[in-house]
């Protein structure tokens, strides 16, 4: 009985020093298209940091018109982390370089056109890219092992209660593969 609880103590020992915890963001992937009808939808605090590894689809020869759309709500002054992703594939996606607004109660009006329709009572901030062929920032992220262009962000504190929306999409009609964060808690 004793060899067995110091076998099972050096086992956990063991265990714990070759198997570090880490704090990660929680992963989805897009399983279906989101859309306005059939939003991604934040059930827990917008605090708690996803990614959504998603695409704004395309045929490979038309232009890509796919707009994805997320969902939060908010009832408190909360921080609102959000941010685009795009893997550093070989240079396949180095054109590639997708935008997002955040539309909901309390942001500013719109100060430029928006393929979608923005609901009463609701504002806009735009969140653009830098245009296709200008140099991105590049970094590593470790516990996938991919590199990632570094694409807009927000980080900012939202003091008005009600449901927001958070629209990724291409003007530049490129599509293709992209990582929505949405959260800063990891």
Known sequence: MKKRLIMVYLFICCFSCFNPIVFAHV????????????????????AQSIAVYAWLQTNGTGPSTDIDVYTFSI??????????????????????TPWFALVGPGLPPANQTVPFDIPQGCGVIVKKDVTP????????????GK?????PGFDETINVSGMYHVYYRDPYQRGGDYVAVLGYKE
Request: proline share 10%.
């Open 27 to 46: 992963p989805y992937l897009e399983h279906r298209d989101f859309t306005v009808q059939k939003p991604f939808h934040v059930k827990k605090s917008i």
């Open 75 to 96: 009832k408190n002054p909360q921080r609102v982390h959000l941010e685009v992703l795009v893997p550093v594939a070989n240079g396949y996606y180095s054109n590639f």
């Open 133 to 144: 062929g200008t140099p991105r920032k590049e970094f590593y992220e470790p516990f996938g």
């Open 147 to 151: 590199s990632y262009y570094q694409g």
